[in-house]
């Protein structure tokens, strides 16, 4: 019985998951947005996003226990995210989770933040076969070569902006609200990929390594040309959000070719993005290669992701110590 915390940015999430045999059961997964909070700053501030944090984090773990109906003597382990992320938000979640497990004298995992979304298409099923992952969030791009649980290759990384950096930031230069990806996913249904020619980064000497901050440029010096640039705001849209998934998708095929793998798996804040997924499997078909979606409630930021990861490390290695640190800048290896 695990209770885990997820708190590396905005959201402060609480999970419960239970496993006597088979497939794990996911109790409760809650999860405390601070969208609306950030939204009036154009982004997320730390300082704003801890104190929230703080505030927030008992009342969430008294509630999923109650949703759970288990009593906190229950729990026999407890995890937390400890990076990557900000800093000041990462030391509340780990902070308490490690306060729980020492007063209760319980085990303790340090939970990769990343290896969460890397797991979370398989929490259903409780095992991890081997698969090419393809992660897109907010801070991170990412393409994985997985032969299973803690056996990964990262065949590619972003060298710049993420995916999901760049829907934000092109967001904001178009004074869409926070957070830009859904909006520019929605204004891009009504407008014509095709109506602005975009580059799509290729990198000579690491193809499969994503960069987007060119791409942003090439936006801002569209906007630059356009005498009324809300006028073609879904054209825009549509027509960067085509790059951005062309990309996605010709790396992500070309990897799981060259890794030999049959299956991807797509996860991460963006993979919520339907038109991506629509265009992986589009591009997919008669490759013999599957495409495995994450279900949309654990796409986002969510403690269920470092449950389940908690619950397979618990099974393959030992406890962290209490002393574990976060790391902003923690990496996949």
Known sequence: ????????????????????????????????????????????????????????????????LADANVTLEQITTFAATNGPGLASSLLVGLSYSKGLAAASNKPFYAINHMEGHLLSPFLDEGQVPPHLALIVSGGHTLLIDVQGFNNYNVVGRTIDDA?????????????????????????????????????????????????????????LYQLQKLSTPKKHLPDLCASFQA????????????????????????????????????????SAQGTGIEIKTTPNHLTTDNAAMIAFAALLSSENRPPDPLNTPIDPNLKVT
């Not at 959201?11 to 969208?35: F, K, N, W």
């Open 243 to 282: 790059a951005v998934i062309d990309t996605l998708v010709k790396k992500s095929l070309k990897a799981a070719q060259q890794t030999d793998h049959k299956t991807i798996t797509l996860s991460g804040g963006v993979a919520c993005n339907r038109t991506l997924q629509n265009a992986l499997r589009t």
């Open 163 to 219: 995916a999901g950096e760049a829907f934000d930031k092109v967001g904001r230069m178009l004074h869409l609200p926070y957070p830009g990806g859904p909006e520019i996913e929605k204004l891009a249904h009504s407008g014509n990929p095709d109506a602005f020619d975009f580059p799509r980064a290729h990198i000579q000497d690491a193809p499969l390594n994503f960069s987007f901050s060119g791409l942003k440029t090439a936006v």
């Open 1 to 64: 019985m695990i209770l885990a915390i997820e708190s590396s940015c905005d959201e402060t999430a609480v999970a419960i998951i239970h496993r006597d045999q088979g497939a794990p059961r996911l109790l409760t997964s809650l999860i405390s947005s601070q969208i609306d909070i950030h939204r009036q700053y154009g982004g997320v501030v730390p300082e704003v996003a801890s104190r929230n944090h703080a505030l927030r984090i008992r009342p969430l773990v008294e509630q999923a």
